[in-house]
């Protein structure tokens, strides 16, 4: 594992007060909505938000494209390493 990818992980579970799940225990491939972690749409706000704040990259609430970014750790890894914000 990445330590991008342990470093986001650490940020959901910090930024949403998940005190029930360990970094490691997050599967860098599975869904982080409905399914997998089963986050919500008030969950993907603080998310972005936090990804904003701390890699400073841009997001679209409304887009396909950054729903798409959202789908995994695998996917939002990748959204920050094109946007060179690391």
């Keep these: 594992?990445?330590?991008?990818h342990l470093e986001l992980k650490q940020m959901i579970i910090d930024t949403l007060d998940l005190?029930?799940?360990a970094a490691e225990e997050i599967i860098n491939d599975e869904p982080l909505f409905v399914e997998g972690l089963c986050l919500d749409s008030i969950d993907a706000l603080e998310i972005g938000l936090a990804l904003q704040k701390r890699y400073g990259i841009k997001l679209k609430a409304?887009?396909?494209?950054t729903r798409?970014?959202?789908a995994s750790i695998n996917s939002l890894a990748l959204l920050?390493?094109?946007q060179?914000?690391?």
């Design 62 to 65: 409304d887009s396909e494209e």
């Design 19 to 21: 005190e029930d799940i």
């Design 84 to 86: 060179g914000s690391r």
């Design 68 to 70: 798409q970014h959202f």
């Design 80 to 82: 920050i390493e094109s």
């Design 1 to 4: 594992m990445s330590s991008l």
